[in-house]
Every structure is written in C-alpha cells, then in structure tokens.
C-alpha cells in the first residue's frame, strides 16, 4: 500500500482493485472463517465424546434452549456447516483467493491481474455467500443438514429433516456465491499467467507456486460451472417443483410425497463433478507453495521441476476422470467402478512422484531451520500419511468397507489439516514480509508448529483405526450401535486432542496480532530468494515494481554453482531504453 | 538444539505412526470380526496394502529426516542439482508397480462381490426396506412374490440361514440409506428409485449389527438393526413362527 493510498479512508480502500489487497481481503476473511470452521468442529467433537451434555461457549451460542446440549438434528447441522464453511470458505479462499491473488502477479513480473475489476468482483460476491452460510443457524429449523454433499431427496425433500427448508435454501445460495466467486477468480489467474508474464519468463521457468495456482484455476474453470448449474437445478427442484433429482418419490412423515423424475444419483455424480477436482484445488496450490519454499530454504533447486510440473499437470488431466470413487457404493455399474478405480489409482502416481521430489530438494540441502521451513516439511510428511491411506480407498473391495466411516475423515483432514494448513502457515512465514513488511514470529511460529504438528496427529491418526472398527461418519451418537459402544474411549482421547489444537492456535493468533504491531522492517528479499516477487518492496506498492524486470533464467539457481552469494536472482533489470517485448 | 527438537518431532512421527496401527491391530479398535465368507479375502487385501504403505511411510520419513538431520548442520554450500532422470524413473516406476499390483489384486474380489451369479439366479431371500429411521424386513412369504397378501414383515432384525448364499434386495421408502454390515464387509447404498442387490454367506451362526452408513435426516445415528445368523432349521421354524403370528392377525391390519 503506498502512502496515497493509505490517505484514503479505508471504506473506499475496502473497494480497491489492487491484487494485494484483495487477497489480503480474502486472507483476512478465510482465515475468520477459519475459527468459525474450528469452533463447529469442537462442537462436533464434543458430541463424539460426551454424548448430548451440555457444552461450554459454543454450546450456549448453538443450543441455547437445551442450555447447551445439542439435539439430533443440531448436531447434523454442525458438521454439515463446518464442512461447507471449511472447504468454500476456508481453504479454496484461502490457497486460491489469497495466496492465488497476492501471489500470481508478484511471480509473474506483472503490474497486477489481467482484469482488475472481475477480481474485486470474485472477492465480493463470496460476501453474500459467507452472510447465507452464517445467518442460516438463525432461519426456522436450523442450517442446512444433510452434509456438505447436499445429496437429495434428503436436501430437496421439505420435511425430510429440519435442516432442509430456509436452511438448505440459504446453503444453496451460499455455494451458488461462492461458486461465482471462484469461477470469476480462476478466469482472471488463467488469463493472467497466460498473457501478463514478465519477459522472458516462459511457462517453464514459472515457480511452482504460479504451477500450482494455475492448475487449481484450470480445474475450477472446467469443473465448477457444473457444481453451480447443479445447485440451482437443486434449488429448482426444492422451490419450483421440478424432478431433476427427486426419483420415484418418497414416504416422509407418514406422507407420501410424488416423485418427478429424475434421480438421485445425478446429483451426485454433478456434485463430485466438481468437488472431486476441489479437492485437488484444495491441496496442489500448497504443493506448488512448500516446493518453492522447501527450494528457498534448503538452498538448493526444485528436484525434478519438469516431473513436478508434469505430475500436476497429470493432476489436472486425471483429477477430472476419479469423481465415480466418491460412489464405489452407490449402486453404480461395478464396471464403471472399476474405470474409476484405475483412474484412482493412476492418480496417485503423480502425488508420489512429487513426495519423492520434494525429499530430493531437501536432500543435500544447507537448511534453515525456521518456521517456514519447518511447516513445509509438516506438510510433506502429513501429506504422505493422507496420500497413502487414501490408497485402501483407491482398491474398491476395502473401500466398501471403509466408505463413509471415520478413516475417511481421517485421510482428508491429513490432507486438508495436516497438507493444506501446514502448507498455508508455512507460506505465511514464508511470503509474510513481503506482504505486510514484517516477519511472523520465529519462536512463536515454531512452538505453534511443534504442538500442532503433535496434536494433529493425535487427532487425526486414532481416527483410522475408528474408521476400521465400523464407525460411520455424520452419526451423532456412534454408540447406539453396540459395536461401537468400545470406540467411545478413544473417542475421548481424540476429542481432548482436538480440544488442545484449537486451543494451541491461539500461539498463532497472537504472532500475527504481535506481528503486526510491530514496526516495518522486512527488506525486500529477506530470504535471498530468486523469484520476481522479491524484487518488489515489502510490501508492494501499487503497481508492484519500481523497475522493469527482464527473466533471464529459472526461479531456482541456488547452491554452489549459483553465483558467488549461493543464489542468483530470475530476473535482472532491464536496460534503459530498451523496447518493450510486451505491451 | 532446534535441530535435536525439529528431528524428534519428525522421528517420534515416523515411530508412532507405524507403532500405533501395530499397536491397534493387536489391542483394537480394529477391523471388525470376519463373519462373512469374504470377508477374509477383503482384509488379505488391507493387510497387503497396510505393509505396502508402511514399508512408503518408514522409507520416505527416513528419508525426510535423515536430510533435515544432515541438512541442518551443513555449513558448506548444496549442490545445484537439477534432478535425475535414473531417480524419477526409480521413483514413478517403484510406485507404479504396487499400485499396479494393488488394482490387479482387487478385481477378482470386486468381481466376487458385485458379480456372484447367486445375484442373477436366486430370488432375494428378503427385500429390505429402509424407512427414516429404522429397518424393515418383507419376506415373500408362501407363494414366493413379494407385496403380496401373505408377506412377512419383521422389524430391527433380519434373520438369515448361516452357511448359504443370502441374496437380499435393497429398497427405500424415503431418502437415501446406507446398509452397512460391518462384520460382513459390506457396504450398499441404497438410492430412492433404484432397487440394489447385495449378496453375502455368514459360515457360522451369530448377532452382527446393521448400521446406516448414509445421512438419512436427524435420526441417522440411531437407525440401528441387526443381521442374525442360524441355522437353517432354525432359520426355518423363526419363518414359520412368523407366518402363524402373521396369519393370526387380521388381513386388514397389515400394511
């Protein structure tokens, strides 16, 4: 922000067009949502636990006519929302809209996104979607309830649970918002790191970050379109009476309620359509992220940057072809259950090709041991627990066993918690001078590091061996079934874990309000890094650079051979005078 | 001394991971008894994957930390390596081969469970009905069709001849339900519209329980049944007792 525009009163600097701060704003907004996320996912696990007693602070807020014991249908309320609230406006706003906007012009050498004004769209259209997710716990019957899926005649069927009336409708808008938000975004990144790169600077000698960012936007842009379409053909059906959805009708509360058509099963397919690929949204950004950060701090290249960049692109191609896994039980064709069980596989290909790539980086490196460094390689190693249950998945005859139960939950938090989280708060360490001019904390960072990385495990491993023993997801009392009954125990460790990790992130709410009552003293390439965006001030003014750069080389020369100082910067200035390549 | 804290934190990773599924696989919680006839060669492939990924796990955290520990101490300049075509070759190639493996493994127990032809040439032994939030049971009764006069209607619990192949039909009246038998390994779906079949043989006689494995509305986590295993004498005189109830009430009770 450069001085003029700090003069602005900041409700007019709230509509800027300035890359920076709009992903601040989006960094600022996910990370709220974050405790949001957080404080349902305690509720949940309270209930894990302690079976309809009353719970502290949360409780009063949720349920305050039970004094704070949730009800059944509370309880699916909470995770229905903690999901949608975690995946739409956590991680994808976080990696995408955050890093994604601050990020991409920095790297590429550009003055800012191709279309200024579609970004602050993408930011404030996510507004009305984060006040539909939140002012849906105050509408009649609760918010929505029939989990992040939305799978109908669950959602779509008015009286099949207290959740699907005002509830599910805001639910629907809130995705229909955020799907906007995303889509107008991943539009604008594509179109920036298509035309507005530095010169010089070719598609191969992009950092991985700027890789990974464009892969992500490359799946929304495919994919997402159907999500969005899909969720007005559900609004359709609930509000307007049409069947796309609603198969051979159904007996609710003693009534019987027609069907239109359709089935069931094409939602699911539309919705895993695209939220298979979110996932990949959700985690090869923070790939691209930890490789370039893992580079920068072990003093040494990118191991195998053409393998990285080509796993990602396999990502891209193949993260479009694996929906079906998501229904190996659904009572689609077993054949058809097969192909996606090859494609499943096959995708795990390029995940280990990468594990094995970020380890060569590491490999002979001179490391810095700091913050950032330290929550790269959490990443990594939290990253290779997720990615490899994710293999009993993969092979349907386990999977049946293991779908819808607690080993799943447990795969895609090692991936979302575990991977994504360490991935975001190593980029925080990471890019944080550049953004604000000051660093995170180093011994605050560290400490929110070594208890996260502990209790996240205590959370999240026990959860496996829940998943084995038969415990399905989305059930507010696991222990109606008998044969739970001996999970309760564990249940209890996991949920006192899960209580100290939130508790343990107040260390990283106070490094960053520390942090930034502290004075500006970052320099601008702290680290002596080579990519573009340390060529800016810390922080950037508006319009980036205060000098034209040209690309001379790849984002990675560090190491003996790399210059009399172990690193050599991409870019060098250009010349006075001389033409411009691009416009 | 950061470097002793920061590699204990990524050793105690790479002992505990490994350490607590031994240590759950011998004490529980645990894959749940083995009570259906594939159920063993489903955990044969478990078990398999399960030393696959822990021989990826040990390897790749030693790794991890064998270059953090050396990597932390290095005072002279790295090598500026690019990469190594013999090492991503290694590494895609290795990998390639397990999962190859793994997807080879698993279709003659895919084909075993979605393909058996007891599924095509046996009548359903019951037709399951899911309903928010309980299990329903109808038997054909004596003339062999379902939905008719004399059909049997049970309620929480179905019981099943151990021994032979059990084709049931699934069915729902409302949302969509999960029929999850843990002890079994299985696991179907059961989507409004579309009736699904499912096929299973219980060796021996015993109680296993019937979970919904689906969201189905506020009730789910109570929609709880069973699955009784007898023998077939038992199984039959458990039908004949439920046809003499069933014919002692009157015709327009039933529904």
């Given at each position: 922000m450069s001085g003029e525009a700090r003069a602005t009163p900041w409700p007019l600097r709230a509509?800027?067009?300035?890359?920076?701060?709009?992903?601040?704003?989006?960094?600022?907004?996910?990370?709220?949502?974050?405790?949001?996320?957080?404080?349902?996912?305690?509720?949940v696990r309270w209930q894990l636990a302690w079976p309809w007693t009353g719970m502290p602070i949360v409780g009063r807020a949720l349920f305050g006519d039970t004094g704070g014991a949730p009800s059944p249908e509370g309880y699916t309320a909470l995770f229905t929302m903690h999901g949608t609230i975690m995946i739409f406006f956590v991680v994808i706003p976080l990696l995408t809209g955050a890093f994604g906007n601050y990020l991409i012009p920095l790297m590429i050498g550009a003055r800012d996104m191709a279309f200024p004004r579609l970004n602050a769209f993408s930011f404030w259209i996510m507004v009305p979607g984060i006040a539909c997710a939140l002012a849906?716990?105050?509408?009649?019957?609760?918010?929505?309830?029939?989990?992040?899926?939305?799978?109908?005649?669950?959602?779509?069927?008015?009286?099949?649970?207290?959740?699907?009336?005002?509830?599910?409708?805001?639910w629907l808008w809130a995705l229909f918002f955020s799907g906007l938000s995303s889509l107008s975004g991943s539009i604008n990144y594509v179109v920036t790191i298509a035309t507005l790169r530095a010169p010089g600077l070719?598609?191969?000698?992009?950092?991985?970050?700027?890789?990974?960012?464009?892969?992500?936007?490359?799946?929304?842009?495919?994919?997402?379109?159907?999500?969005?379409?899909?969720?007005?053909?559900?609004?359709?059906?609930?509000?307007?009476?049409?069947?796309?959805?609603?198969?051979g009708g159904a007996w609710v509360n003693g009534e019987w309620i027609a069907g239109a058509g359709g089935t069931p099963l094409l939602w699911q397919h539309l919705f895993w359509f695209y939220s298979h690929p979110a996932v990949y949204v959700m985690v090869v950004p923070a790939m691209g992220m930890v490789g370039d950060i893992l580079s920068v701090h072990a003093r040494k290249p990118v191991f195998g940057y053409k393998p990285m960049v080509w796993a990602m692109a396999a990502i891209t191609g193949l993260g479009v072809m694996v929906w079906g896994h998501h229904m190996f039980v659904s009572g689609m064709s077993p054949v058809a259950g097969t192909g996606f069980m090859l494609s499943t596989i096959l995708i795990a290909l390029p995940s280990a090709v990468k594990t094995f790539n970020w380890i060569g980086t590491v490999w002979g490196g001179r490391l810095r041991l700091n913050a950032a460094l330290l929550?790269?390689?959490?990443?990594?190693?939290?990253?290779v627990v997720g990615g490899l249950s994710g293999i009993w998945m993969?092979?349907?005859?386990?999977?049946?066993?293991?779908?819808?139960?607690?080993?799943?939950?447990?795969?895609?938090?090692?991936?979302?918690?575990?991977?994504?989280?360490?991935?975001?708060?190593?980029?925080l360490h990471h890019w944080f001078p550049k953004m604000t001019g000051r660093h995170l904390g180093e011994r605050l960072g560290k400490l929110h590091f070594a208890g996260t990385f502990v209790l996240t495990n205590a959370v999240f491993l026990p959860m496996h061996q829940a998943g084995f023993a038969?415990?399905?997801r989305r059930v507010a009392d696991p222990y109606a079934h008998a044969s739970l009954e001996p999970l309760r125990e564990l249940n209890?460790?996991?949920?006192?874990?899960?209580?100290?990790?939130?508790?343990?992130?107040?260390?990283?709410?106070?490094?960053?309000?520390?942090?930034?009552?502290?004075?500006?003293?970052?320099?601008?390439?702290?680290?002596?890094?080579a990519s573009l965006e340390w060529e800016a001030p810390s922080p950037p003014p508006h319009g980036n650079f205060d000098r034209e750069l040209v690309v001379v080389r790849g984002p990675y020369e560090y190491g003996d051979e790399a210059g009399d100082d172990d690193w050599l910067p991409q870019a060098r200035p250009r010349a006075a005078g001389a033409k411009e390549a691009r416009a | 001394m950061t470097r002793v804290l920061a590699c204990g934190l990524f050793v105690a990773l790479l002992v505990a991971v490994p350490w607590w599924f031994a240590h759950s696989a011998s004490h529980g919680p645990w894959m749940p008894a083995r009570s259906s006839t594939y159920a063993g060669e489903v955990d044969g492939l478990f078990g398999a994957i399960l030393v696959a990924l822990a021989i990826a796990f040990v390897l790749v955290m030693s790794l991890l930390v064998v270059a953090l520990w050396r990597g932390a101490a290095r005072v002279e300049r790295a090598r500026t390596v690019h990469g190594d075509l013999r090492l991503e070759l290694l590494w895609t190639l290795a990998p390639g081969a397990v999962l190859a493996w793994i997807a080879l493994a698993q279709g003659p127990i895919w084909s075993a469970m979605k393909g058996d032809e007891a599924l095509r040439s046996r009548e359903p032994l019951a037709r399951v009905e899911a309903a928010q939030f309980d299990w329903r049971f109808r038997r054909a009764g004596p003339d062999g069709r379902f939905d008719t006069q004399d059909d049997l209607l049970e309620t929480g619990e179905l019981v099943v001849p151990a021994g032979e192949k059990v084709v049931l039909a699934l069915r729902t009246r409302d949302v969509i339900h999960g029929f999850f038998v843990p002890d079994f390994r299985l696991k179907q779906d059961i989507v409004p519209g579309r009736d699904a079949r499912v096929w299973f043989e219980a060796p021996a006689p015993g109680r296993h329980d019937l979970i919904c494995a689906e969201l189905c509305g506020w009730g789910h986590y109570k929609m709880a049944g069973s699955i009784r295993v007898v023998s077939r004498a038992e199984h039959d005189a458990h039908l004949a007792r439920l046809a003499e109830r069933w014919s002692a009430s009157g015709a327009e009770e039933r529904p």
């Open positions: 509509w800027s067009l300035d890359h920076k701060t709009i992903g601040l704003q989006f960094l600022g907004a996910s990370l709220a949502m974050l405790l949001c996320g957080g404080l349902l996912a305690m509720a849906s716990f105050a509408v009649e019957g609760g918010a929505a309830s029939s989990g992040w899926t939305a799978y109908p005649p669950l959602s779509t069927l008015l009286g099949a649970a207290p959740g699907s009336g005002a509830g599910q409708t805001l070719s598609m191969l000698r992009l950092p991985l970050t700027v890789w990974g960012l464009l892969v992500a936007a490359l799946l929304q842009c495919l994919a997402l379109p159907v999500l969005t379409a899909a969720t007005v053909l559900q609004y359709s059906d609930r509000l307007l009476g049409t069947g796309f959805f609603s198969g929550w790269a390689l959490g990443f990594v190693s939290m990253f993969a092979a349907t005859p386990v999977d049946v066993h293991l779908h819808d139960t607690y080993t799943v939950v447990a795969h895609f938090h090692y991936i979302v918690f575990g991977g994504t989280l360490f991935g975001v708060f190593a980029a038969g415990m399905v209890v460790f996991i949920t006192i874990a899960a209580l100290l990790l939130f508790a343990w992130q107040a260390f990283f709410v106070a490094n960053l309000f520390l942090t930034l009552r502290r004075p500006r003293s970052a320099e601008a390439n702290p680290w002596r890094a | -």
